[in-house]
């Protein structure tokens, strides 16, 4: 039992380019999301799926999509990364109901150049 | 709006003290509330959890208790370890719209033989 794993650990991008990061849970939760976490101001959710097959907007959307692959799969992606975007990915996992604890995986270091 | 505010750090203890770290929330409805820790180089890892006022979440030696009237649930542990030393999260759901967490700055404790 893995619980919320994600790819890659560390990513360096110039502007511009674009990426995809990876997310999957094996515990079976039904809602997924992605926080970014910058120096003093914890973490602030970018997106998020309540359920398989619908996904929508947090805090700070803007530069991002998602897909919510299947239920255990959470992608969110990069179109044309800016300096702005140099921060820490955090995916995680809940289940369904009011006020879940939600489980994270161990995090993507972006540096955008 | 639901917000958290968090005891500033960062913290420097000796081991054995007493640790209290202040959370206080602001949210619509009746929120659950949190605190997760987070190890250098790891995601974040829940500790404890109330979901309703009065509760008393623990584990670890780590407890909070959920205060409704004062909008509070403070962090404290009797005698801390070195193995303590982390950043710490208080974190709120609000269980209503989309189920996210809103997270306090974090609070960086370092314990020192």
């Known amino acids: 039992n893995a619980g919320v794993t994600q790819t890659p650990k560390f990513q360096v991008l110039k502007t511009g380019q674009s990426m995809t990061l990876q997310c999957a849970q094996d515990?079976?939760?039904?809602?997924m999301y992605w926080y970014r976490q910058d120096p003093g101001m914890g973490l602030r959710l970018i997106y998020y799926?309540?359920?398989?097959?619908?996904?929508d907007k947090g805090e700070v959307p803007n530069g991002y999509n998602v897909s919510r692959l299947n239920k255990r799969e959470f992608s969110l992606r990069l179109e044309s990364a800016a300096p702005s975007q140099t921060s820490v990915y955090f995916c995680?996992?809940?289940?369904?109901?009011?006020?879940?604890?939600?489980?994270f995986g161990p995090g993507t270091r972006l540096t955008v150049l | 709006g639901n917000s958290v505010t968090q005891m500033e750090g960062p913290v420097t203890l000796s081991e054995e003290a007493f640790l209290t770290i202040n959370c206080t929330y602001t949210?619509?409805?009746?929120?659950?509330l949190f605190w997760y820790v987070q190890y250098p180089g790891e995601g974040l890892q829940l500790l404890l959890k109330?979901?309703?006022?009065?509760d008393k979440g623990s584990n670890k030696g780590f407890e909070a208790t959920y205060r409704k009237e004062t909008t509070s649930f403070h962090l404290e542990k009797g005698s801390v370890q070195v193995s303590d030393s982390a950043v710490y999260f208080c974190a709120l759901n609000p269980q209503t719209g989309a189920n996210n967490l809103f997270f306090g700055t974090g609070t960086r404790l370092t314990v020192i033989p």
């Open positions: 995680a996992s809940s289940e369904l109901g009011r006020g879940p604890a939600q489980y």
């Open positions: 515990m079976n939760h039904n809602s």
């Open positions: 799926s309540a359920s398989e097959g619908t996904t």
């Open positions: 109330a979901t309703k006022a009065d």
């Open positions: 949210a619509t409805g009746y929120p659950s």
